[in-house]
């Protein structure tokens, strides 16, 4: 029984180790994505500058309006990731939520068992007595 539920737990911590895994790249897509964010922001505010300056450059306007575009597509790719992620993540919570019962429905069955071995010794501890007690009695 003990062997059983060592190798449920090692199945139970294998899987919180690789869901902490895919939960740190979930973390680290999450910075990614705010990155970009970020840089979006940085380069909406360097086109509103350059498009009221007096010597307006075109080809900087036009060159920051195609890394708006390019910065677009990959917040919309890094969204896309990250679902992706969130939906490895949640099927991995669900494989440790499984393990977990595992382990303690065997944790319980242990528990049940010991209670029953420690009953039958009690008992059987009980009978030996009694009958040291009734041979003592009946040879006196």
């Known amino acids: 029984m003990q062997v059983v539920l060592d190798m449920r737990e090692k199945e ?5 180790m690789e869901m902490a895994k895919i939960l ?23 086109i509103e500058t350059l498009s009221i300056s007096d010597d307006m450059d075109v080809n900087q306007v036009q060159m920051h309006q195609n890394y708006a575009v390019t910065l677009t597509t990959q917040g919309i790719n890094q ?27 065997l944790k319980k069955l242990k528990e049940k068992q010991e209670q029953e071995y420690y009953k039958e010794f009690l008992q ?3 009978k030996e007595i009694d009958d040291i007690t009734s041979a003592r009695f009946r040879f006196q």
């Open 124 to 126: 059987a501890e009980a």
């Open 79 to 105: 969204e896309r990731m990250i679902a992706n992620t969130e939906a490895i993540l949640k099927k991995k919570q669900q494989e440790v939520f499984e393990a977990h019962k595992k382990v303690e429905v």
């Open 12 to 16: 139970l911590e294998a899987r919180q």
């Open 24 to 46: 740190a790249v979930l973390n680290e897509q999450k910075a990614k994505l705010q990155s970009i964010i970020l840089s979006q922001e940085t380069n909406k505010s360097q």
